[in-house]
């Protein structure tokens, strides 16, 4: 059995991004997520899986109120507004969703309502009253040793927003009962928090113990009412989270969409790991419901060495930076140059750099050359396939296995190592083209100049194909350069060859070069 045909396909995948909060423009940042979970569906479905791709906006809560406040508008026109920006944005990066939620929908607010009776009725929420540190830019409690005092004002320390004393009637969720049953959980799951330092921060912090959680607030009212308490709008975040369950029909478990649940991959920003690797598995355990399989915190971007801030007006826009680059560059760029997970910092430096190097000079130019001695010396059609000699199997054995490798790396959200792996090959196929010279073998040995180059276009059809996840339009031109037809891009396709003679259109420039003006 091929390599191509031992990526397990066919079983149901769902993955989100984080619903992105909406109080600014999209950037970068968002970019970045999403392009990330983008090339995760991509990849699934190119294996054969059934796929449901989820994102979308987060849109109540206090800093969202505040927000609309300060721009003159009510909260459901402020946020109708930036969502479209959000979900434009998303189309236009080649974020290939199947759903699109916003937490102002009627079946999201029904959602919301119907997980809050299940509690409710479970014996998991109780009425008192809140009193703590409170963070409006967080919509997030702290407690006193999560506090600190900078430049005369009270802090939260781990995200440096301005906390406030808040006291206010509040329904509690019971997450103290909690504290035993998630570190029992995380040891069964070892897999459930990445990468490891997620595990380990989250993990210590439910190890010191965990308090009951306030979940309503009446100090405001842009949110989703509490059932049977109309004074109370739920907490943002128990809001938030239950739309990854709204979006698969929730509360109708008996539902065909149903069946995508447990979400195979949330991925998320480092900084709302704590929601979504305590609270969410404590909700959702407590409702009778399985907890995710996985969540997945990226790390964040600096730009040019700066952290993204509104007072620096460095929020980079994606849509600028696409058009700058080229789309497929810029995604290719994100996925390349940090290692997903940690911090990293965006630089045009480097992506020129990369652009040039890598997609141009190694993989462009090789394509070309392929290509161009087909056109030229096999009159534009595919040379015919021979049984390939020891010399092939070099070459070919390395292609054969990149599906599999490719596969094991996206799994797990390695996608810089994915990509590396692949860059191995185009590399080797470098080397191998100057090594075997087929220009100079058509006056001395036109058969094994044949077999050469199509060997050449053999490992160039299976790096586009593995490709096209993080670059679905340069390695869908590159494809229809290679003479592959759209039904046959799939990952199980590359088991079968091309036909023998196949017409090839002529070669045209994949990647145009940058100079770098700095």
Known sequence: MSEANRVAGGKRYFLTTPIYYLNGQPHIGHAYTSIAADVLARWKRLAGNEVFF????????????????AAGLSPQDFTDRLAGDFRSM??????????????????????????????????????????????VRDEAFYGPDEIEERDGKKVAIASGAPVEWTR??????????????????????????????????????????????????????????????????????????????????????????????????HMVG????????????????????????????????TIEGQKMSKSLGNGLDPLQLAE????????????????????????????????????????????????ALIGK???????????????????????????????????????????????????????????QKPWSLKKTDPERMAAVLRSLHTALRGVATVLQPFMPGTMGAMLDQLGVGQGARALSDLATPLADDTALPPPSPLFRKIEDAA
């Open 90 to 135: 998303a189309e236009k990066i080649g974020v290939s969703f199947d759903d699109f939620i916003r937490t102002t929908e009627e079946r999201h607010k029904r959602a919301c309502q119907a997980l809050w009776e299940r509690l409710k009725d479970a014996g998991h929420i109780y009425l008192g009253h809140y009193e703590g540190w409170y963070a």
């Open 54 to 69: 989820l994102t979308g906006t987060d849109e109540h809560g206090q800093k969202v109120e505040q927000a609309a406040v």
């Open 168 to 265: 206010e009637p509040s329904y509690f969720f019971r997450l103290s009962a909690w504290t035993g049953k998630l570190l029992e959980f995380y040891e069964a799951h070892p897999d459930f928090m990445a990468p490891a330092s997620t595990r380990r921060e989250v993990t210590a912090f439910v190890k010191a113990g965990l308090q009951d959680l306030s979940i309503s607030r009446t100090s405001f009212k842009w949110g989703v009412p509490v059932p049977g308490d109309d004074a109370h709008v739920m907490y943002v975040w128990l809001d938030a989270l239950t739309n990854y369950i709204t979006a698969l029909g929730y509360p109708d478990t008996g539902s065909e969409k149903w069946g995508f649940w447990p979400a195979d991959v």
């Open 324 to 371: 700058e680059f080229g789309l497929d560059p810029l995604r290719y760029y994100l996925l390349r140059e940090v290692p997903f997970g940690n911090d990293g910092d965006f630089s045009r430096r480097a992506v020129i750099g990369r652009l040039n190097s890598e997609l141009a000079n190694d993989l462009g130019n090789l394509a070309n050359r392929v290509l």
């Open 377 to 435: 010396n096999c009159e534009g059609r595919l040379p015919p396939l021979t049984a390939p000699t020891e010399a092939d199997r070099e070459l070919l054995g390395p292609v054969e296995a990149l599906p599999a490798q490719v596969d094991e790396a996206i799994s797990r959200q390695a996608f810089g190592e994915a990509l590396e792996r692949v860059w191995v090959v185009v590399r080797q196929g470098n080397s191998w083209i100057d090594a």
């Open 270 to 301: 480092k900084e709302i790991t704590r929601f979504h690797c305590i609270y969410w598995p404590a909700f959702l355990m407590a409702a009778g419901l399985e907890p995710p399989r996985r969540v997945f915190a990226n790390g964040w971007l």
